[in-house]
């Protein structure tokens, strides 16, 4: 990431588990948990996803909630329609592709 990109908020990456080991979960509106990272200093908070549990609308209400927490970066495997609509409606942009063999720690070292 550019200093540019650093400077413009926090990065939420889409997690397994509540540790920095835990491997990346490659959904987004049902993952367990997400990592929001600062990028000036990669300080590291763990958060359990609201939306987890839903039975519907799950992608929207995970991305209101990366909303709520100031994040402007989310680094996931992939993201339904109807998120990618509400995440992009709040200023989220979104960077799919992340693969589940990887962990959080290995993610947040290349930020």
Partial sequence: MTEETKKTGKIAITSTGS??????????????YFAIVVPETKEVEFFENPAYNLDGGAGPKAAEFLIKNGVKI???????DKAEIALKKGGIEVKSGLKNTETISEVINRI
């Fill in 74 to 80: 989310l680094m996931t495997g992939k993201v339904g």
């Fill in 19 to 32: 540790a920095a080991d835990s491997n990346v979960d490659e959904q987004f509106g049902r993952c367990k």
